[in-house]
Nanobody, 121 residues
Framework: QVQLVESGGGSVQAGGSLRLSCTAS????????MGWFRQAPGKEREGVARVYTRTRGTYYADSVKGRFSISQDNAKRTLYLQMNSLNPEDTAMYYCAADFGGFCRPNYSYWGQGTQVTVSS
């Protein structure tokens, strides 16, 4: 069983930055892909960013392109999400997810508990 633990959330004013971290209980070199999702109250969960471990290819939701950056440090078993130019619409619970075994499922196999990001205007 893989455990993922997010950290780095908090409160920030619009225009500010935060860096989220997600540390895995296992070697992330063996992951197929890892990603970040978010869910705001009353809204559906949204895929924010994804990275494919072997190719380092990345995907971003249109709503965060040019502002957010996803990266992996496999030596530290950690996934990051650098978030810049934050706005109140970015307020949500942010979740880290991972998949292994050659699969990259839309719903992923493993999820963290989430970290709250609140952006005030």
């Amino acid at each position: 069983q893989v455990q993922l633990v997010e950290s780095g959330g908090g409160s920030v004013q619009a225009g500010g930055s935060l860096r989220l971290s997600c540390t895995a209980s296992t070697d992330t070199y063996s992951s197929t892909c890892m990603g970040w999702f978010r869910q705001a109250p009353g809204k559906e969960r949204e895929g924010v960013a994804r990275v494919y471990t072997r190719t380092r290819g990345t995907y971003y939701a249109d709503s965060v392109k040019g502002r957010f950056s996803i990266s992996q440090d496999n030596a530290k078993r950690t996934l990051y999400l650098q978030m810049n130019s934050l706005n109140p619409e970015d307020t949500a619970m942010y979740y880290c997810a991972a998949d292994f075994g050659g699969f990259c499922r839309p719903n992923y196999s493993y999820w963290g508990q989430g970290t709250q990001v609140t952006v005030s205007s």
